[in-house]
């Protein structure tokens, strides 16, 4: 996996972050997993294919996406992980690879991305994909968020 | 473009790959229409793609059917969901059903170019999946081993 790769993904989350107000955003750890599994109750999924094949999954916990949501609707109170907040969660992930993919064809890779699907449950066992995955985690006050980003 | 046009595919494949490679029959099989929102019965695999269509294919059933299925495909008992070889079994069986699919579709109408991204296997309690903006149709099959659900989702498809 080349780190011009990891990088797109990350400038993406960071460039949405704070267009969407978040701001105090920071990037607190890098991980390497041989698959792709998740722990969080949150996760978004979008497939990548072209010049890179793999899945790019932003996983949080309930409470952040939440927050998360409450912060682009402008400081309404989301206390429900209803319909409200999970749409809002897949339209910043739409963002997020949108913008890594822009990034990406400026480091010379054209990638097609598949529209989010979000994920929802708790006491999941999930897998994702079976190759080597990259996850960078990212705190901020809303909560942390991570992205998994696997290549094949 | 109707629901019939991006369903159907799927539907054939299923059946067939169902029959061909683990020998299951479909009793009957009916369609419906889903909103965004999707519940799946406990183990669910999701499949992407993109080109000419955008959208997302799912193929969920019950833990049990999963293990029944694996276990048909390897000859090994399994008695959880979480079995790595359980797993794989369904991401492998959802990968052929929308390969076949695509092809289908690919060959049928030349110039669409779908690509698929590699399956995401998920398990467990209570699981919803929810797309923004992409209503879909669902076929649920009725087989020995349980209902076997597919769930289709193309943009801009009603």
């Known amino acids: 996996m080349d780190v011009k790769h990891i990088n797109a993904f990350v400038s993406g989350l960071l460039n949405v972050s704070n267009m969407l107000g978040i701001n105090d955003i920071k990037r607190t750890g890098l991980a390497k997993n041989e698959s792709l599994k998740t722990d969080n109750d949150v996760n978004i999924i979008i497939g990548l ?17 939440c927050n998360i949501a409450s912060k682009m609707m402008g ?3 989301v206390e429900q992980f209803d319909l409200m907040p ?25 990638v097609d991305i598949t529209p989010p699907t979000l994920v929802n449950g708790r006491n999941m066992i999930s897998m994702i994909s079976q190759v ?17 980003i696997s290549l094949e | 473009m109707s629901k019939d046009s991006y369903l159907s595919p799927f539907s054939l494949a299923t059946s067939d790959v169902l029959k061909e490679m683990l020998d299951i029959n479909i009793d009957g099989s009916e369609t419906a229409s889903e909103g965004d929102l999707f519940v799946s019965q406990g183990f669910i695999v999701v ?93 649920l099959m009725q087989t020995n081993i349980g209902t076997i659900k597919i769930n289709v989702a193309v943009e801009g498809g009603k």
């Open chain 1, 86 to 110: 999970k749409s809002a969660l897949c339209e910043m992930a739409n963002m997020i690879a949108g913008n890594s993919v822009s990034n990406l064809e400026q480091a010379g890779s054209l």
């Open chain 2, 47 to 139: 499949v992407g793609f993109t080109g000419g269509w955008k959208g997302r294919f799912f193929l969920d059933m019950s833990s049990e059917t999963a293990i029944q299925i694996a276990s048909l495909l390897t000859g090994d008992d399994y008695d959880s969901v979480g079995d790595e070889d359980v797993i794989m079994s369904g991401a492998e069986v959802a990968n052929i059903i929308s390969g076949n699919a695509i092809t289908d579709i690919n060959n049928s109408q030349p110039g669409l170019n779908i690509r698929l991204t590699p399956p995401s296997v998920f398990a467990g309690d209570g699981i919803s999946m929810f797309n923004v903006r992409l209503s879909s149709s669902s076929a």
């Open chain 1, 75 to 77: 400081g309404v109170p």
């Open chain 1, 49 to 65: 294919v072209g010049d890179l094949r793999g899945n790019v999954v932003l996983s949080l916990q309930e409470a952040t996406a």
């Open chain 1, 132 to 148: 080597e995955t990259i996850i960078v985690q990212f705190a901020a006050s809303e909560g942390t968020i991570a992205i998994n």
